[in-house]
Nanobody, 119 residues
Framework: QVQLVESGGGLVQAGGSLSLSCAAS????????MGWFRQAPGKEREFVASITWNGGRTYYGDSVKGRFTVSRDNAKNTVYLQMNSLNPEDTAVYYC????????????WGQGTQVTVSS
């Protein structure tokens, strides 16, 4: 059974940093593009960042460009999201997701990790 398990969320003050991790199991990690999404209370799910299966390309949502960095370690079946210069608008549950390469949709999702940024 495929599992994506996020970790690293928590409470941080505005201007601070957090690093999220997402560990994947029971899938051939190197065949999947990986994405990060977030959802704040009362808002729709928002794309944050993604990285291609081989780490060759990364993509970012406009609201996080220049502050967040996505990376992956295929040897560890793990994708990371480094978040810097956090502000209260970044408060949300953050989810990682796996998209089989050369397909259009994300097939597997993690349970999410809460990130709260205080002002």
């Amino acid at each position: 059974q495929v599992q994506l398990v996020e970790s690293g969320g928590g409470l941080v003050q505005a201007g601070g940093s957090l690093s999220l991790s997402c560990a994947a199991s029971a899938l051939t990690f190197g065949r999947y593009n990986m994405g990060w999404f977030r959802q704040a209370p009362g808002k729709e799910r928002e794309f944050v960042a993604s990285i291609t299966w081989n780490g060759g390309r990364t993509y970012y949502g406009d609201s996080v460009k220049g502050r967040f960095t996505v990376s992956r370690d295929n040897a560890k079946n793990t994708v990371y999201l480094q978040m810097n210069s956090l502000n209260p608008e970044d408060t949300a549950v953050y989810y990682c997701a796996a998209q089989l390469r050369f397909t259009d949709s994300y097939t597997f999702w993690g349970q999410g990790t809460q990130v709260t940024v205080s002002s």
